[in-house]
DNA sequence: TTCCAGGAGAGAG
DNA sequence: CTCTCTCATGGA
């Protein structure tokens, strides 16, 4: 048992919960996922996490690594204020004070949002758990039996037929090309690592299945580039009614969105994204009058490139 | 039955 | 460059 002390203003369930990891699973009062191959166990109480792994943990390492998976590393109350722009940015922040983005495993976050294309999280979560039962390794934690999300490796030997019997649709193609790639040394996860926001995306964007909004989901929930702002129908959404107030193109909601609220838009999205999930009401007269006033946009261009 | 889901690619204009 | 159509799948 590893016990995180004095983690201020973090919320596992706001955090595990936003659509951002398709891993996570409520039982009881605690969230059991696979990370990285092994089962962790992680709960919270007050400001204390309680961490329980599948394997036996140098703490030394274990608890640097969580602190960054989760996110608790990054001075998010001071990214909070800064796009905590007007009063409805305010009452989401409020909401779900404490919500993290994760930095979750490179590989596994490529391929489940070539999988989220087109699709929605009960079935996106569908797809990768028999992906990882069919190709993965077993894992067990007490009862709780999980799989470890299957290697390029593993994936690139798959025949299309075996994700398709994983239900992946269209989509298996996609997969099974960039696993290749990864393979055979033509597309470079290491490399990717090193880039900054700008040539990330150009470079994820070159892979079959993956266009901008996936490779900024990439992006935000994995490399940490928190420019990034993956417009779903949803985002697409969102601005459209609260802010532009008017049919827009995904070119003129991420111009407002990045002079809006800048270099850590990400974060921004984030909060809109899982408050309008969480708030059927989130349109209503009561919630548009908080932005009564248009933001005009005073700063001509933020620089995207770390 | 049609519509929708954290979209992308191909083709037309 | 932008616009439109199609793609596999299952739940509402």
Not at 41 to 59: A, M, R
Not at 129 to 140: C, Q, V, Y
Request: hydrophobic share 40%.
């Amino acid at each position: 048992m590893t016990q995180i002390r004095n983690v201020t203003d973090f919320s596992l369930k706001y955090t595990l919960e936003s659509g951002q990891s398709f891993r996570w699973d409520r039982i009881d009062n605690a969230y059991y996922g696979v990370v990285e191959g092994q089962i962790l166990k992680i709960s919270q109480e007050g400001t204390t996490l309680h961490v329980e792994s599948s394997t036996e943990e140098d703490e030394a390492t274990f608890v640097p690594f969580l602190r960054h998976y989760l996110d608790i590393a990054r001075d998010v109350p001071k990214i909070l204020v800064g796009v905590s722009n007007d009063a409805y940015m305010h009452r989401a922040i409020e909401r779900l004070w404490g919500m993290r983005i994760l930095n979750q495993a490179l590989w596994e976050i490529i391929a489940s949002f070539i999988i989220s294309q087109n699709n929605n999280v009960p079935r996106i979560r569908g797809i990768i758990r028999r992906l990882s039962e069919r190709f993965g390794e077993r894992l067990t934690f007490a009862a709780y039996v999980n799989y470890s999300f299957p290697s390029p490796e593993t994936l690139a030997t798959a025949t299309e037929a075996d994700l398709l019997a994983c239900g992946t649709g269209y989509r298996a193609n996609y997969l099974i090309d960039t696993a290749r790639a990864i393979v055979s040394g033509e597309f470079s996860l290491t490399s990717l690592e090193q880039m900054s926001y700008t040539e990330a995306k150009q470079e994820l964007m070159r892979r079959h299945g993956i266009g901008e909004k996936v490779a900024d989901c990439i992006c935000l929930f994995s490399l940490g580039h928190l420019a990034a702002l993956p417009i779903d129908v949803w985002i697409k959404r969102i601005f459209e009614t609260l802010y532009l107030r008017r049919r827009a193109t995904h070119r003129e909601i991420r111009e407002f969105a990045h002079n809006y609220f800048g270099a850590n838009v990400g974060y921004a999205q984030q909060y809109l994204f899982h408050y309008v999930h969480e708030c059927p009401n989130w349109a209503d007269a009561e919630h548009l009058s908080l932005i009564d006033e248009i933001p005009t946009v005073a700063v001509t261009c933020e620089s995207l490139t770390d």
